[in-house]
T-cell receptor, first 116, second 114 residues
């Protein structure tokens, strides 16, 4: 069965610090997709990135970067020079063919608080 | 134009009532989902429909009944509401054949049962 583990329940940093959010996944599918979503206090789910299982290249987008390592089944997310506006719950998610249909399975989320 | 729209955004109702949440997507996706987010922020899939056919039906009380009149709509009807049903319900859509092509979420419906 598919599973996504975000071991860090809460992280608190001071503005301008770098922070890494960990994500470990389990799947028996050979073709799968990994996602990160941000949920700010307003409650909506904001898509950040999608990565397929055949593309292990790291990605950088502004202050955000992602490190995908199939060997350790990890898809970690780093925010460089964090800002107060980065405060949110961040979810890692996995899309694979579970049972009869593909579905998106979420980790339990990491609450990031960036202090001024 | 909103890609996935849910109504209402907030719903406060008494125990025992029946209520519906509506969801519509204008992305041309063939698959729609309902997710429940509990008070601890955990997001869990409830149902999925592909071209109006139910393809995922997780362990959910049968008081919850999804209905998909066409592939652009997936409504959630809840009978005999209980306090434990209080949560945020998210609708989402995707293009199934593309697999992980992306999931678009609605803004959520916060249901409070009193």
């Amino acid at each position: 069965a598919q599973k996504v583990t975000q071991a860090q329940t809460e992280i608190s940093v001071v503005e301008k610090e770098d922070v890494t959010l960990d994500c470990v996944y389990e799947t028996r599918d050979t073709t799968y997709y990994l996602f990160w979503y941000k949920q700010p206090p307003s409650g909506e789910l904001v898509f950040l990135i999608r990565r397929n299982s055949f593309d292990e290249q790291n990605e950088i987008s502004g202050r955000y970067s992602w490190n995908f390592q199939k060997s350790t089944s990890s898809f970690n997310f780093t925010i460089t020079a964090s800002q107060v506006v980065d405060s949110a719950v961040y979810f890692c998610a996995l899309s694979d063919r579970s049972g009869s249909a593909r579905q998106l399975t979420f980790g339990s989320g990491t609450q990031l608080t960036v202090l001024p | 134009d909103t890609a996935v729209s849910q109504t209402p955004k907030y719903l406060v109702t008494q125990m025992g009532n029946d209520k519906s949440i509506k969801c519509e997507q204008n992305l041309g996706h063939d698959t729609m989902y309902w997710y429940k987010q509990d008070s601890k922020k955990f997001l869990k899939i409830m149902f999925s429909y592909n071209n109006k056919e139910l393809i995922i039906n997780e362990t959910v009380p049968n008081r919850f009944s999804p209905k998909s009149p066409d592939k652009a709509h997936l409504n959630l009807h809840i009978n005999s509401l209980e306090l434990g049903d209080s949560a945020v319900y998210f609708c989402a859509s995707s293009q199934h054949k593309q697999g992980g092509g992306g999931y678009t979420f609605g803004s959520g419906t916060r249901l409070t049962v009193v």
